[in-house]
Structure formats: C-alpha cells, structure tokens
C-alpha cells in the first residue's frame, strides 16, 4: 500500500521532472502541506480505499474521476493561493480538490453539474470538517455571478474553450487553470491571469487528460 508521505515524495519528483513545462521546479511547501492533511481515502469510493494515495485518478461512479493527486497539486499550486483567496471551483466531483483548496484559501465555492456526486460531495466534505465550503448543483461554465468576483478559480473538467463567464468573474490580478481541449482528445492545461488592468493572458503549461466540461443542456450531455 502507498502512504501518504510517500506519494508526495512522488508528486515532489513529478514536479521536478516536469519543471521546464510547468516553470514550477518546487511546490509551495504550503500546497504539500494541504495535501499532507486532507484524507484522500475518504473521498474515494471504498471499494478504492486501498489505492488512495497511489499517484493515480480513480473512479468514483457516474462516469467521474478524482484526479491524479499530482495534477490535483499542480494545478492548485500554479493558483498562488493565499489566505484571504476567494476561490471558485467547476467540478466538484470527489469533493478532494475542494478540500484542499479549503485548506489554503478563505472562501471556496464549488460548483458539481451531477446531483448525486455534488451530494456525496458535501456530506463527505461535512464529514472532514471543511463546514465552510460553499457547494452548488449546476452549470459551472456559467461561473457563480452572485458570488463573483474571485481570486482564483480552478476548472476539473476539460473545455472546449475558455469559458467567456469564468474571464468574466476573475478579478483584476486573478488566476485561472483550466484544461482545454476536445474529450478524450488532445487537452492543455492552461494558466490564465488577468492584470490589474483587466488584461488577460495565457499559457499552456502541460498536456493533460480530463473527462469533459458537460453544458447543461440534455443532449450535450450524453453526448459528453
Ligand atoms: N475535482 C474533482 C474532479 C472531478 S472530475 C475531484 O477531485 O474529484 C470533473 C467533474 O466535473 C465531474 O464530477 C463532472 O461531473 C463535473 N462537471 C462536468 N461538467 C461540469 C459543468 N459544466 N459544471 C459543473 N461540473 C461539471
């Protein structure tokens, strides 16, 4: 069985290995800390338990993953997060990323498309403790507009494009990581920041596997 402390040595190696892609050659101590203590096993199914700290994604039913626990640490950590974040998550999922986003910044709302998954999510978000996250069944690419703007916000499933209400509700000096592409295609993640200005730019930073950004329409759906 993986431990826990052995999969962040892991996930330390993968950030080294990846540094020329990512520009990230150390992860904040203050993100592997977050993943040191947020219990991963209770966000996988049981049947999983076992493999909770391998370096993998896992199924969690309803054709869902949680993520590979060095993307999830990547992606949290090209955020820059600090303590009064306002931070805004599409694709609940799990409910793991959530947490620890929780961990590291003020405020986090998050945003699940699947009614069974995002109740799942909150009762096992309940369970660990983290009271404060703010959960919502939805369409995430619409963005939380009563809650906007946001220091950060984090994207869990692939989209075809960038979201033109996500831009919209990052605040002046924001970041954005959301991965790009077509479903089981090509995907990039992508960094996007907007300046004081209100300026956005973007870079690619790796190529990355998600299962799609569904809109909440039907027929898009099952084609997703
Ligand atoms: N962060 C999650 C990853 C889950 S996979 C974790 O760590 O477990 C991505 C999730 O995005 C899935 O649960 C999927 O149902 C959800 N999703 C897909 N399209 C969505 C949309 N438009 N709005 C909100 N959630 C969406």
Redesign the pocket.
Known sequence: MTTRQQLIEEITREAQDTASLTGRDRLDPRVLQALRTVRREA?VPATAVRHAYVNAPLP?G?G????QPFV?ALMTELLDLRSADHVL??????????AVLAELADTVGS????PE?AARAAAVLAAEGYARVALRT????LGWPERAPFDAIIV??AARDVPPALVEQLRPGGRMVIPVGEAGGEQELRLLRKDAGGTVTSRSVLSVA???????TREDRRR?
């Open positions: 966000f969690i309803c869902q993953t949680i993520s999830v998550e599409v694709g609940t999922g799990s409910g793991y990323q959530t945003i699940e498309i699947i998954l939805g369409d995430g690419s869990t499933a998600f299962v799609p950004l569904t809109s909440g997703g």
